[in-house]
């Protein structure tokens, strides 16, 4: 009998294997989609105006399909360092469970269908913005800023950004002063967010090359810089409740969460450990969830809230 253990690992090295149904949706980046359409679903929510539900899933739907194209654009050019880092040495196209080219043309089709559809469908400021984000996050973050700067998780930042303007977008068919206050919230949530994983994989960004804050100019100077953006974090998150986009439940619960976020990274300050890092790093997914979901509950209950 044939050893096809041999010709799978021929064509696992090769790159040659066609992935199944899930290698196509781990490209897709599946945890941060999610991120991605919960904020893009408040910021379409909590939207002055009216939308039609079926317009609203579709707006939704070209948001995660959006995201995940980037995300796979995002694993077809970084497939070098992928290999290297041992975080992301499992990804489909380091593995060889999905060709390289594949995982291209996959991530050009879904970028180039969303954005049109989004255009067709619900309005062209929405598919501008859509198309932006996409843009923005393949040259800008993954081609230039990730491997050139350690500022590359600030700037880049804006691409994750975009998501609660598009679905503004696709209600009001503009931008206004509440909508950037959305994409300013998770641009300064970003770099602590992102750094407190940085410091506790330091080693694997540095092994790849990738010149992460930690990596460049040390622990202490990352602490200091997330304390920065936290304490900037703080009133921003009260905003919408300045703003009236929200009532004061909401803007309780940012208050309180906001300082609970800089309490961690006080913490993180004064521990030497990665335990600190780690907590603020789960929590910071907390953090940005509560909010928006307090936008979205502000929303549906109205006046309650």
Same mark, same amino acid.
């Given at each position: 009998?044939?050893?096809?253990?041999?010709?799978?690992?021929?064509?696992?090295?090769?790159?040659?294997?066609?992935?199944?149904?899930?290698?196509?949706?781990?490209?897709?980046?599946?945890?941060?989609?999610?991120?991605?359409?919960?904020?893009?679903?408040?910021?379409?929510?909590?939207?002055?105006?009216?939308?039609?539900?079926?317009?609203?899933?579709?707006?939704?739907?070209?948001?995660?399909?959006?995201?995940?194209?980037?995300?796979?654009?995002?694993?077809?050019?970084?497939?070098?360092?992928?290999?290297?880092?041992?975080?992301?040495?499992?990804?489909?196209?380091?593995?060889?469970?999905?060709? %390289?080219?594949?995982?291209?043309?996959? &991530?050009?089709?879904?970028? #180039? *269908?969303?954005? =049109? /559809?989004?255009? +067709? $469908?619900?309005?062209?400021?929405?598919?501008?913005?859509?198309?932006?984000?996409?843009?923005?996050?393949?040259?800008?973050?993954?081609?230039?800023?990730?491997?050139?700067?350690?500022?590359?998780?600030?700037?880049?930042?804006?691409?994750?950004?975009?998501?609660?303007?598009?679905?503004?977008?696709?209600?009001?068919?503009?931008?206004?002063?509440?909508?950037?206050?959305?994409?300013?919230?998770?641009?300064?949530?970003?770099?602590?967010?992102?750094? %407190?994983?940085?410091?506790?994989?330091? &080693?694997?960004?540095?092994? #790849? *090359?990738?010149? =992460? /804050?930690?990596? +460049? $100019?040390?622990?202490?100077?990352?602490?200091?810089?997330?304390?920065?953006?936290?304490v900037l974090l703080l009133p921003l998150g009260l905003a919408p409740w300045y703003l009236g986009v929200a009532g004061w439940i909401y803007g309780l619960t940012?208050?309180?969460?906001?300082?609970?976020?800089?309490?961690?990274?006080?913490?993180?300050?004064?521990?030497?450990?990665?335990?600190?890092?780690?907590?603020?790093?789960?929590?910071?997914?907390?953090?940005?969830?509560?909010?928006?979901?307090?936008?979205?509950?502000?929303?549906?209950?109205?006046?309650?809230?």
């Amino acid at each position: 009998m044939a050893d096809t253990s041999i010709d799978y690992r021929e064509d696992v090295a090769s790159g040659s294997l066609a992935g199944d149904v899930r290698d196509y949706i781990a490209l897709l980046k599946p945890r941060v989609m999610s991120l991605v359409v919960f904020s893009g679903l408040a910021g379409l929510l909590v939207a002055p105006g009216e939308i039609h539900p079926l317009l609203a899933a579709v707006a939704v739907l070209c948001i995660a399909v959006g995201s995940g194209a980037a995300g796979a654009i995002n694993m077809w050019y970084d497939r070098d360092i992928d290999a290297v880092m041992s975080r992301t040495q499992d990804r489909p196209i380091p593995a060889g469970r999905v060709d %390289a080219s594949e995982a291209l043309s996959f &991530g050009i089709a879904l970028s #180039a *269908g969303s954005v =049109m /559809l989004m255009g +067709v $469908a619900v309005n062209w400021v929405a598919a501008a913005l859509l198309g932006g984000a996409i843009l923005f996050y393949v040259f800008i973050y993954t081609m230039w800023l990730k491997r050139s700067t350690p500022q590359n998780i600030v700037i880049g930042g804006a691409a994750g950004a975009f998501p609660p303007m598009i679905g503004w977008a696709a209600v009001t068919g503009d931008v206004s002063v509440a909508s950037v206050v959305l994409f300013a919230l998770i641009f300064f949530w970003t770099p602590p967010h992102f750094w %407190a994983l940085a410091l506790y994989r330091c &080693g694997d960004y540095a092994k #790849a *090359g990738v010149p =992460m /804050l930690p990596v +460049v $100019a040390g622990d202490r100077e990352t602490k200091k810089q997330m304390l920065i953006y936290t304490v900037l974090l703080l009133p921003l998150g009260l905003a919408p409740w300045y703003l009236g986009v929200a009532g004061w439940i909401y803007g309780l619960t940012a208050l309180a969460m906001g300082l609970v976020f800089l309490a961690a990274a006080i913490a993180v300050w004064f521990d030497d450990s990665d335990k600190s890092a780690k907590r603020m790093f789960g929590f910071s997914i907390f953090y940005l969830f509560v909010l928006f979901a307090m936008l979205i509950a502000d929303r549906v209950n109205g006046p309650w809230m």
